[in-house]
């Protein structure tokens, strides 16, 4: 018995741990953007002398972070958005209509869970649609990736959903439209949560696709302006701090506000009689 509590003692000693060792950087970044130049260049933990609200202020006018804040916005939402609807259907009419065309079709597409990104390819396909440098062609880039994912994670949950309920639906009177958007989408609600705020933190994240498929300032979302905005402003680091917070910080709320589905999400698959 006491071997067993100081087993238990000793594990929440290591959880604290490790705890302060993760959340440590996000105090120290959160912090140090309050301070004066001269503080947060020693980059401590303690707290500021003086708080400094005007930094964000300044960040937002400098680094013109409401063109990137509407960017990125535009990029996660519509990209993820038409992303899950599509990959949703998808591996609704996969798993339905399964044979091997569709069997071959699904294991294709999980393809792309495994194999890198190969930019040269993208910019030379981007090329030959006309759509490098625009926001279109950075959506569709977008989009393409979270396929297979969003497909691999719907599906399963959809092998779960009796295809009785698709007969009654039918019997009724639905028809293909109605019968997915009406009868199974509710159903994939918890799943279809999930898949859009993971998708959304990736894309709102993501740094490497805006970098290589866009030239322009006008069409850099908020990774990108805080690298450069970390270029002009190298050693104020007050600045760069409060840069860092206003970018997590979307992505941050979307989070807490879906969290509760992402567990559902990750916990459905069976089925309620």
Do not use: H
Request: glycine residues 4%.
């Amino acid at each position: 018995m006491r071997n067993r509590k100081i087993a238990t003692v000793l594990k929440q000693i290591l959880c604290i741990i490790l705890c302060i060792i993760v959340i440590a950087p996000f105090f120290m970044i959160l912090i140090n953007s309050f301070k004066t130049k001269n503080e947060a260049a020693r980059m401590a933990l303690t707290l500021p002398t003086t708080w400094v609200f005007s930094n964000y202020a300044e960040v937002i006018k400098k680094a013109k972070l409401v063109q990137g804040f509407i960017n990125s916005l535009t990029y996660a939402g519509v990209a993820t958005f038409v992303g899950v609807i599509c990959a949703a259907m998808g591996a609704y009419i996969l798993s339905r209509r399964r044979n091997k065309l569709t069997n071959f079709l699904y294991y294709f597409i999980l393809c792309g869970l495994f194999f890198p990104v190969n930019y040269v390819t993208l910019i030379k396909v981007l090329s030959t649609l006309q759509l490098t440098n625009t926001k279109i062609g950075i959506i569709l880039a977008f989009t393409s990736a979270m396929i297979p994912f969003c497909v691999f994670t719907i599906y399963s949950f959809v092998m779960t959903v009796p295809v009785e309920l698709d007969e009654a639906a039918v019997i009724d009177g639905a028809g293909p439209v109605r019968l997915f958007f009406s009868i199974i989408v509710p159903m994939l609600k918890p799943t279809l949560v999930t898949c859009f705020i993971l998708q959304f933190m990736t894309v709102w994240s993501d740094f490497l696709t805006p970098l290589y498929l866009s030239s322009k300032s006008k069409l850099f979302p908020m990774t990108m302006a805080v690298y450069q905005f970390f270029g002009k402003s190298n050693n104020q680091w007050q600045y760069i701090f409060a840069d860092i917070v206003l970018t997590c910080l979307p992505v941050i709320i979307v989070y807490l506000m879906g969290q509760k589905y992402i567990v559902g999400g990750l916990t459905s698959g069976a089925v309620k009689e």
